[in-house]
């Protein structure tokens, strides 16, 4: 997954930032991420090393039957 990825572009604060995430490399990302962790897609589910951003109902069905992440 690419780091932009992690960012959900639906938010309200991202909106307000009125910026492209093409004009971020991954610093410029992570350092945009730091600056309003809000905009991080939430929920996040980790176990051990799998993680999963998001909610979408199968997917944590599946992560919590197979004890490991479905979309690695």
């Given at each position: 997954m690419e780091l932009s990825g992690l960012i959900n572009k639906k938010s309200q604060v991202f909106k307000k930032l009125a910026v492209t995430l093409t004009e971020f490399d991954d610093r410029g990302i992570i350092q945009l991420i730091e600056g309003k962790p809000r905009i991080v897609i939430r929920p996040i589910l980790t176990e051990g090393k799998h993680i999963l951003f998001g909610f979408k109902e199968q997917n944590y069905?599946?992560?919590?039957?197979?004890?490991?992440?479905?979309?690695a």
């Open positions: 069905l599946d992560f919590i039957e197979a004890g490991e992440n479905p979309l």
